[in-house]
């Protein structure tokens, strides 16, 4: 089994920052890209920031400037360090992982969510 667990979210006033972690654990062969997605009340979920295996990113454009993604692949865990934080950023935030497994001989390879973490940007 494969899980992705979040921690780092919480309260925060304007300008503040925060430091989103999530780690992948269980019977993992590899790890492709990692991103972050963000879902507030009333609105669909959207890709924060992703980054590849080989640590290219992108970012939305919302957030590019302010937050930085990054990742340990030794630790498989994906970081999201969010600076300069503005009420429009008040979401649950979601990571997601590419996993390489192999089970039975074969490779399987499938997109796992963490279980989300809340940030509140509020005065």
């Known amino acids: 089994q494969v899980q992705l667990v979040e921690s780092g979210g919480g309260l925060v006033q304007p300008g503040g920052s925060l430091r989103l972690s999530c780690a992948a654990s269980?019977?993992?062969?590899?790890?492709?890209?990692m991103g972050w997605y963000r879902q507030a009340p009333g609105k669909q979920r959207e890709l924060v920031a992703r980054?590849?295996?080989?640590?290219?990113?992108n970012y939305a454009d919302s957030v590019k400037g302010r937050f930085t993604i990054s990742r340990d692949n030794a630790k498989n865990t994906v970081f999201l360090q969010m600076n300069s934080l503005k009420p429009e950023d008040t979401a649950v935030y979601y990571c997601k992982a590419e996993i390489v497994t192999v089970y039975g001989g074969s490779v399987v390879r499938r997109d796992y969510w963490g279980q989300g973490t809340q940030v509140t940007v509020s005065s």
């Open positions: 980054i590849t295996s080989g640590s290219s990113t």
């Open positions: 269980g019977s993992i062969f590899s790890i492709n890209a």
